[in-house]
């Protein structure tokens, strides 16, 4: 969902369950079609969401507090269209929008559907191949050992996630700085003159 998936590490979260996929501790088709399914059906909510409250969700939490976040998602569903559904499936930080700016844009439920189904099935595979790889690997080690260099991994990701996060909270927090500065610069230029 839009609010969720703003907060939740989606790499993350496949990457373990990919791991526990190649280490044999999960089936790996039903993994997947569960994946897949809980994929589409997140983003078909979201989508309804912005095509039954439209405009109105701006003024609804989240939005109403984080408005570039819309901002955002319109911008880049304008350029993309319908790409955008299977693009923001693996672009993080509008990844969670842009079903709901779907919805607010009026692409048809039909079309929607297409593109939400087309993105999950390539989804599901590509972001849990990297821990199935882990798995796989791991399955080679001691018990021990595989669940040592498993936290690592995980940890690490979480790390590089927290970092890439922390990283947008100062880029948006520099921009606000810079500008004011700019906007001061220039009512001062106005009043002098």
């Known amino acids: 969902l839009a609010v969720v998936g703003l907060v939740v590490p989606g790499v993350i979260l496949m990457t373990a369950i990919g791991s526990l996929i190649g280490a044999g501790r999960l089936p790996g088709l039903e993994t997947m079609t569960w994946a897949m399914l809980g ?11 912005g095509h039954h409250y439209r ?4 003024y609804l939490w989240p939005f109403n507090k984080f408005p570039t976040w819309l901002d955002r ?9 319908g790409k955008s559904i299977i693009l923001g ?4 930080p509008i990844r969670p929008t842009i ?23 390539a989804w599901a595979p590509i972001y849990c191949l990297p821990g199935i790889l882990i798995g796989a690997s791991l399955g080679q080690l001691s018990p021990k050992m595989a669940s040592t260099v498993l936290s690592l991994v995980l940890g690490l990701l979480f790390i590089l996630w927290f970092i890439f996060y922390l990283l947008l909270k100062i880029i948006v927090y520099l921009r606000l700085i810079i500008a004011k500065f700019f906007q001061r610069i220039w009512l001062n230029w106005q009043r002098s003159q």
């Open 39 to 49: 994929a589409v059906a997140g983003d078909g909510i979201s989508y309804w969401l």
């Open 55 to 58: 405009e109105h969700l701006r």
């Open 73 to 81: 998602g319109t911008l880049f569903f304008k350029i993309h269209g």
């Open 89 to 92: 499936r693996f672009v993080g």
């Open 99 to 121: 079903p709901v700016i779907a919805g607010i844009m009026g692409m048809t439920p039909r079309t929607f559907l297409f593109f939400n189904v087309a993105s999950a099935i």
